[in-house]
């Protein structure tokens, strides 16, 4: 994962270290007490590359450092790969779950799409046990989808087997982000016509930023809106049904989950009061010259 100072407009508001070299003695004064964690410098002098034991354990650290007042963005986690013989060579895992019937058809499909094979299944008087062997990167962010999947009744531990030749691209599709086009605070109205395209994270009121996320919308694909549109006044008088806005509750992602939501060219700023989904490039005139540029 690699962790790096706020880039964000917002940056320096909330925390009280928000600076490189306050970031650097922070994350190697961990690896005195952490022995788990490695820290590697990038070519860029405010990023790090920062290794661990599990997305669980990088997000145990970023959870304390944003407590202790500390502002930073970090990329979507990633497995360590390594090559041998001129051949990728990524980390398997066994996978042993208990889970009641009902469910099992939910979890064998989501194990399907994240490359997991399975060895034996068991079936017992009140719960039944599969046995899998699936890539490290399919077990990131699973947890939550086993969670929501079972409602909770299951339970999932994994054993490291050693690295294998790569399984293929499997990350499993995302509807497309729905991004801020213009700063300001979120309006009710503008808030409204984005939940006519998707699922809203964010509650009138809140700040927002040129290139942020504010939601998924139903299809594939990157959708800019503005959520800080207000309502035209004029003087024709309508119902109270036609003033009152209706809005769904907004979706609350935790720290864990919106790591798992994050795609390539998105990151996560992370400060000690908020948690905000981003584009790595916030303009529409930067994305669509990075797009070209890995065309």
């Not at 990350?171 to 809203?200: C, D, I, K």
């Not at 009121?205 to 939601?215: F, K, P």
Request: neutral net charge; hydrophobic residues 35%.
């Amino acid at each position: 994962m690699t962790f790096g100072v706020n880039t964000s407009p917002l940056t320096g508001r909330e925390g009280k270290f928000s600076t490189s070299r306050q970031l650097r003695a922070r994350l190697f004064r961990e690896l005195e007490v952490n022995l788990g964690l490695r820290v590697e410098a990038t070519d860029s002098a405010d990023r790090f590359l920062v290794s661990g034991r599990g997305e669980l354990h990088l997000a145990v650290l970023i959870e304390t450092m944003r407590r202790e007042g500390y502002e930073l963005e970090v990329s979507r986690p990633e497995v360590i790969t390594k090559q041998v013989e001129g051949k990728l060579l990524e980390p398997f895992e066994h996978l042993t779950i208990d889970v009641p019937e009902d469910y099992l058809g939910g979890v064998t499909e989501a194990l399907g799409r994240r490359r997991g094979e399975m060895i034996e299944i068991v079936y017992g008087d009140a719960a039944v046990r599969l046995d899998y062997t699936i890539p490290t990167r399919g077990l990131i962010g699973f947890r939550n989808t086993f969670l929501t999947i079972t409602g909770g009744n299951g339970i999932m531990g994994s054993l490291l087997l050693g690295y294998r030749p790569w399984a293929g691209d499997f990350r499993e599709q995302r509807n497309g982000a729905m991004t801020a086009s213009s700063p300001g605070n979120v309006l009710a109205f503008g808030l409204a016509n984005a939940q006519e395209r998707g699922f809203t994270f964010l509650e009138p009121g809140e700040q927002v930023y040129e290139g942020m996320i504010v939601g998924i919308q139903k299809r594939p694909g990157d959708m800019s809106v503005n959520v800080c549109k207000e309502k035209k006044q004029t003087n024709m008088r309508s119902s109270n049904a036609d003033i009152m806005v209706r809005l769904t509750p907004a979706t609350k992602m935790s720290l864990e989950q919106c790591l798992d939501f994050l795609a390539d060219d998105e990151l996560l700023e992370v400060t000690p009061k908020h948690i905000r989904l981003r584009k790595r490039h916030l303009t529409e005139v930067d994305r669509a010259r990075a797009h070209r540029a890995q065309a």
